[in-house]
């Protein structure tokens, strides 16, 4: 693995201070319908000192020959602006093909089956022992190299040692995650139980989800949640002394998200570090407990029955502008019910505010930090269209050492944010949940599905809707942490990148960090796992480096999408604030990669998809690792690395049926070299590229229904028919025999 931690470019203060000016304009009003304006100031590549341990590294690891970082021919064709039609209705999110398990099977097999014919079984086995001994080097606290073992997740584990049980295992856990979101609120709580399983925080399905039937008993049922969250809360801090939760309150945002403007790495990583060690140290199982006390809000008929809350009483708030209908205080915090009028929350100058309801109306809330000074918040608003707007973090969801919770029942919603937000935690739980309606999300660094030390996660189960982030966002994983994006329906647009310059001096293109991207911090802690589900619509992916089903430096990242037509645009076709990029459109690492020991799987079950990358992308795996991308239907369209390993990777690209198209020229190639580790130690590469059914056109000019050594045995391209491909033509030859004969 390479020494290299940091790279040669990044933003300047001028261009940091752009940034509190976008979101400062987002407050103010002044911001366009769609997405945040900014004059986002040009940074010189050469910008900052460069900090490696080597000076022949590059930032990710090891010095690049040049095939190797310049585009492949025709791999990035220019897509057309996408008009975006209106969902059609459909009652339920698809659950995605009920036979995909079957066909991962048939992968496995294939692979095997693969390795057994040409012999490379024990250079498989070297591959498989090498990985485990990296691990084994590496485990524990102890300070090896820049590689550590904390924060390590037992499930990373298990799977890097065992890789050809990986992709069916991510094709199980994406499944029954979706399933159980789709299953309501108390699929919601199941949700939370699979996500605390993999992040080592075992615990039971709740048997506190009984239902209401009367809005008092609605509005109790607040008050014991509420009650219950802050228990579990404080029991999570236990753990730690006075000066350490002091030292987590101070440093945790600062050092894990405020300083910050390259993915991988921080430029305090020792301050990082002791911030991670802390939250190792936190009881972080409660914190699980008390997001899932918060779980029975979630309740559509709870929620119904707080909807008809009578509005005849009239108080007054201080910082609330509109109709108050009562307040109600509690040992754990009050609990404000807004009237169904427009109301304006600023819900930071609510002293002892832990809840707000809000009966309805076109309302506006600000900022909402849940944090030390506010560790639980709330806030439920059951009608119309509404804005949330801030520019602190912990906001909109999500928490800074805290547990929150949004629920937004029914409108077109609004949600401006800065950093940490949207579903978001760094320690804690954030969750938000939209039900309704054509939303859009807008913020710039850990939003929309995020966590570090905690679970974050964002649903949205209907509408045509946008999600915009500049870095580390949509379902994006760091140490400890689970984050999740899960969308149920509507024809949706994702966009992540556009905003901070790349780490790689050697080729053009921003940060993404984004869409189901699981991901450690380069000598500073292990990685966690990110998660991005899409459950129907034909749906946009923009991005730009490292993002997309990926996993970077000990971390799982995942994305599946479970029916449309949809479309993965590799790199973003406009800056962050919608101006022209000053990057010509570039991206590395999408599209089902692992990158340093890392493993990223991406799926799609149906629909006439697109996938784009310009280098190492496209069911691709650098440095001990893991790349899966597996199409289970439809005609696809793949351009990037397609099915490659490299530096002891295991790459692959798996398309079930339909009439495919691959451009570049490297599908399943394997180089033969390596430079980052010793052969035959390390067993070597691996790269399939394995297709069934359909008439397929490979750029590389390998033939329909064909099976190819490409570069070494150890790369792959297998072409094959379906099964009733076969019988149509066999029953086709023997209806012609018989013609011949009988005539």
């Known amino acids: ?55 022949e590294d590059a930032p990710f690891g090891g010095a690049k020959t040049e095939a190797e970082v310049q585009p492949e021919a025709d791999a990035q064709p220019e897509a057309a602006a996408v008009e975006q039609p209106k969902a059609a209705k459909v009652e339920r999110p698809s659950l995605g093909d009920p036979l995909a398990s079957g066909m991962v099977a048939l992968l496995k097999e294939e692979i095997l089956n693969g390795l057994k014919r040409r012999n490379i079984v024990p250079n498989f086995a070297r591959f498989r022992a090498y990985s485990r001994h990296k691990l084994d080097s590496t485990a524990g606290d102890r300070r090896t190299s820049e590689v550590t073992g904390n924060c390590r997740l037992n499930w990373y584990d298990h799977l890097m040692r065992n890789p050809l049980k990986a992709a069916p295992e991510a094709e199980q856990f994406t499944r029954e995650l979706h399933k159980a979101v789709v299953g309501g609120h108390k699929g919601l709580d199941q949700a939370m139980v699979i996500a605390g399983g993999k992040l080592d925080l075992k615990t ?24 219950r969250a802050q228990v579990a809360y404080a029991a999570a801090l236990a753990p730690l002394t006075g000066g350490e939760v002091g030292r987590l309150r101070r440093s945790l945002y600062q050092t894990l998200t405020r300083n910050g403007s390259v993915g991988h790495t921080l430029s305090d990583r020792g301050s990082g570090r002791y911030v991670c060690d802390l939250l190792e140290k936190v009881d972080r199982k409660e914190w699980l407990t008390a997001a899932r006390a918060l779980v029975p809000l979630a309740d559509p008929e709870l929620l119904g029955q707080l909807a008809e809350l009578p509005d005849d009483e009239k108080t007054t708030v201080e910082g609330v502008t509109g109709e108050v209908v009562r307040r109600i205080s509690t040992p754990s915090g009050d609990i404000v019910i807004g009237g169904r009028q427009e109301n304006t929350y600023q819900l930071d100058a609510m002293p002892g505010v832990a809840v707000v309801i809000d009966l309805g109306g076109d309302d506006v809330y600000y900022e909402g930090t849940c944090s030390l000074e506010r560790p639980v918040l709330v806030v439920i608003d059951l009608d119309g269209n509404d804005r949330y707007r801030a520019k602190q973090p912990g906001v909109q969801g999500a928490a800074v050492l805290g547990v929150s919770m949004l629920l937004d029942r029914a409108g077109d919603d609004r949600y401006l944010a800065k950093d940490v937000a949207q579903g978001s935690c760094l320690g804690g739980a954030g969750i938000l949940i939209d039900y309704a309606g054509d939303d859009s999300y807008i913020g710039v660094r850990r939003v929309q599905g995020q966590a570090i030390g905690g679970i974050g996660m964002l649903v949205d189960h209907a509408g045509n809707d946008r999600y915009r982030g500049a870095m580390w966002t949509q379902g994006f994983g760091g140490p400890l942490g689970l984050g999740m994006l899960d969308d149920m329906l509507g024809n949706d647009h994702f966009y992540t990148g556009g905003l901070y310059y790349d780490s790689y001096e050697e080729t053009p293109g921003y940060e993404g960090w984004g869409q189901g991207v699981g991901s450690g911090i380069r000598q500073v802690a292990d990685g966690g796992i990110g998660v991005i589900l899409d459950g129907g619509g034909d749906d946009v992916y923009e991005y730009d480096y490292l993002s997309h089903g990926g996993g970077y430096w000990l971390g799982l990242g995942f994305a599946r999408d479970f029916a449309g037509n949809d479309q993965r645009l590799g790199a973003t076709r406009e800056a962050f604030n919608g101006t022209a990029r000053t990057e010509r459109r570039f991206v590395r690492f999408s599209n089902g990669f692992g990158c340093h020991y890392a493993a990223g799987f991406l799926f799609d079950d149906a629909g006439d998809d697109t996938y784009n990358g310009t280098i190492m992308s496209v069911g691709f795996a650098w440095d001990v690792a893991i790349g899966v991308l597996c199409d289970f239907g439809g005609k696809d369209q793949y351009a990037g690395a397609e099915g490659n390993g490299a530096q002891a990777g295991l790459g692959i690209l798996y398309d079930y049926q339909g009439n495919d198209v691959y451009r570049g020229y490297r599908q399943g190639r394997a180089s033969a070299g390596i430079s980052y580790h010793d052969l035959p130690y390390c067993g070597g590469n691996f790269s399939f590229v394995i297709d069934y059914g359909g008439t397929d056109r490979y750029g590389c000019g390998a033939q329909n229904n064909s099976y190819l050594m490409r570069s070494s045995s150890g790369g792959f391209l297998i072409d094959r028919p379906k099964k009733e491909e076969i019988e149509k033509t066999q029953t086709a030859v023997k209806e012609s025999q018989t013609a011949r004969s009988g005539s």
Do not use: H
């Open 204 to 227: 039971a399905p709740s048997d506190r989800l009984d239902s209401v039937e009367n809005p008092e008993q609605a509005l109790e049922a607040v008050r014991k949640a509420l009650t």
């Open 1 to 55: 693995m390479s020494q290299s931690v940091g790279g040669p470019r990044r933003c300047s203060i001028p261009l940091i201070a752009t940034i509190f000016g976008l979101v400062v304009s987002l407050i103010a009003g002044s911001a366009p319908a769609d997405y945040p304006t900014a004059d986002i100031e040009k940074t010189p590549k050469a910008d900052a000192a460069v900090v490696t341990d080597s000076a």
